[in-house]
């Protein structure tokens, strides 16, 4: 099998610009971008050392404040948008620089972060050329990215006459409810956009860095499993069957044997099982009653589901489906119900070109090209929701490891690399 044509791609781009130039205002922008570094990182440490896991709204809205604080100050008319108090989320800051040239550009980042106030990880923890805590690169690493690069701009008045809206959304990790009101506004925003540029990690492979122009859905399973409660003396037998546990184990196996194909992905990230079970979601907490010597009752798997068209998503879902409803264990039955929170978005040659900008900009600053992404290599992300209104890219954030695990981790010095290129890249688009 040969390279995928979005490689091929990218490496053409790098062969035909890499004696390419920078102008003398580029050179001051990075020059810029160059001598705010240490202040970068200090304003990434203020940033992660506040929780702001997406359950968290007083500290999700701490962060907002102090980034708008920084918008405020390069000439961003800012303001916060609340949501509805029963959505138990923070809400998202908005900030809008008023201009008449060259593209339209929004440009998206979000507060929130995976680890929620009980988190164990720590906050802010230093390793040489590398730091590991709460979002540091999912994605705060990237929030300093977009603002430093911005104040860069600002510092030569490269800024000046540019049409800029940026969304710091505050429950990317986990979407309010319902998700109409929640994204409601970004939407509008994506359709006035010719370009959205998202902050999301860059995933490094090799030595390069990677820029989506697709991107998996994101949505989620539950599965809901009956038995027959009695003792367990009687499992296997005709009269007690099962229980509701051996079928939850049933079905999952089946998912893994019949389901998998490439680009689709399925997780039972929650199972909980006994005679009687309950699911909190504000704390994303289960709490099951059960005994040993007895058949259990309940059982509820949640898990999630990510397809990369919408064809691929109906596929998985008529596969699960049939699974769930059929072959059940004697004594038991199941059901499940799908949800899709962000949809595909899937490749476009706009959205190529727009990399090919992108990488240009890096190899124009001796940082290399860009390559782009396998959308398997992803989660989803907020620049979905824009995606079918406007011509979208991410990953242009910080690269790190482990988003979303106790050991996520950022290489320092990629947040200078990033605000370098995104710094040229706005630069380039908003020109008149
Ligand atoms: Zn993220």
């Not at 506040?50 to 961003?76: C, H, K, Q, W």
């Not at 540091?136 to 510092?155: F, N, P, Q």
């Amino acid at each position: 099998m040969g390279k995928p044509w979005w490689v091929l791609a990218a490496t053409a781009v790098f062969a035909a610009n890499a004696l390419a130039q920078l102008s003398d205002t580029e050179q001051r922008i990075v020059a810029a971008v160059k001598q705010r570094s240490p202040a970068a990182l200090q304003l990434l440490e203020k940033s992660v050392r506040i929780n702001s896991g997406t359950l968290n709204p007083e500290g999700v809205r701490a962060v907002g404040e102090m980034y708008r604080a920084e918008l405020d100050t390069l000439g961003f008319t800012t303001r916060w948008i609340d949501m509805p108090p029963a959505m138990k989320r923070a809400g998202h800051l908005v900030g809008v620089h008023a201009g008449n040239a060259g593209k339209r550009l929004l440009l998206l980042g979000h507060l929130d972060t995976v680890f929620e106030k009980g988190s164990g990880v720590p906050l802010w923890e230093e390793r040489g050329d590398r730091v590991r805590g709460q979002g540091v690169s999912d994605m705060k690493g990237g929030d300093v990215i977009m603002i430093e690069a911005l104040r860069a701009l600002k510092v030569v008045g490269a800024l000046d006459g540019a049409r800029i809206e940026i969304m710091f959304t505050g429950d990317e990790e986990r979407t309010g409810s319902p998700l109409e009101t929640a994204r409601a506004e970004m939407i509008a925003m994506g359709k006035r956009a010719d370009y959205a540029l998202s902050f999301e990690g860059s995933n490094r492979h090799d030595g390069v860095d990677t820029a989506s122009i697709a991107r998996r859905s994101s949505g989620g399973w539950v599965l809901r499993v009956k038995g027959k409660p009695a003792h367990s003396m009687g499992v296997f037998s005709a009269q007690s069957g099962y229980g509701a546990v051996y079928e939850t184990a049933r079905i999952l196996n089946a998912f893994r044997e019949q389901v998998i194909e490439p680009s689709l992905t399925f997780n039972p990230g929650l199972v909980f099982g006994g005679t009687n079970v309950s699911y909190a979601d504000d704390t994303a907490t289960a709490s099951a009653f059960g005994k040993s010597n007895v058949i259990a009752r309940d059982a509820q798997v949640l898990g999630d589901l990510r397809y990369l068209s919408p064809e691929q998503g109906e596929r998985a879902r008529q596969k699960m489906q049939a699974i769930v409803s059929s072959n059940n264990l004697p004594g038991t039955s199941a059901t499940i119900t799908f949800r899709e929170n962000y949809p595909p978005m899937p490749p476009t040659e706009a959205g190529r070109q727009l990399v090919e900008i992108y990488s240009k900009a890096s190899q124009d600053a001796g940082l290399g090209r860009i390559d782009i992404l396998d959308p398997a290599l992803r989660g989803a992300g907020d620049v979905q929701f824009v995606a079918p209104h406007t011509v979208g890219i991410d990953g242009l954030g910080a690269a790190g490891r482990g988003a979303h695990t106790d050991d996520e981790d950022l290489e320092v010095a990629s947040i200078e690399r990033g605000a370098i290129r995104a710094a040229l890249l706005i630069y380039r688009l908003t020109r008149p």
